[in-house]
């Protein structure tokens, strides 16, 4: 089956590290471009970082130089290592596959969590994972 399984998250406090990972099955990131999106309560859901399949990347200011995305030699999974927490990087994060130049700045994060669409390409997302940065 056609999807993306997120691994866990979990708490960590100001300061620390965590990394995500995000697995393909069905494809691979050599057919899609990957994306991390987040939402914190009560935001619009907003884009992280992407990685296209020549690993070129984008961050967006508030993550760059602490957050980096990755993946491995299979274009299997992706990553996204996160350094230097901070509390606002509390939210649920979700990772997409689709092709690049697609990623809209805000999409309905919660409400197409772990959807397969093809319309005019594939686009897949992870079920999305919490991250809790306490002081």
């Known amino acids: 089956a056609v999807q993306l399984v997120q691994s866990e998250g979990g708490s960590v406090q100001v300061g620390g590290s965590l990394r995500l990972s995000c697995t393909a099955s069905?494809?691979?990131?050599?057919?899609?471009?990957g994306a991390w999106y987040r939402q914190a309560p009560g935001n619009e859901c907003e884009l992280v970082s992407t990685?296209?399949?020549?690993?070129?990347?984008y961050y967006p200011d508030s993550v760059k130089g602490r957050f980096t995305v990755s993946q491995d030699n299979a274009k299997t999974t992706i990553y996204l290592q996160m350094n230097r927490l901070k509390p606002e990087d509390t939210a649920v994060y979700y990772c997409?596959?689709?092709?690049?130049?697609?990623?809209?700045?805000?999409?309905?994060?919660?409400?197409?969590?772990?959807?397969?669409?093809?319309?005019?390409?594939?686009?897949?997302w992870g079920q999305g994972t919490l991250v809790t940065v306490s002081s």
């Open positions: 997409v596959a689709k092709p690049p130049l697609t990623f809209p700045p805000h999409p309905p994060c919660s409400v197409i969590a772990g959807t397969v669409t093809r319309v005019h390409y594939l686009e897949v």
């Open positions: 990685i296209s399949r020549n690993e070129s990347t």
């Open positions: 069905g494809f691979t990131f050599d057919e899609s471009a």
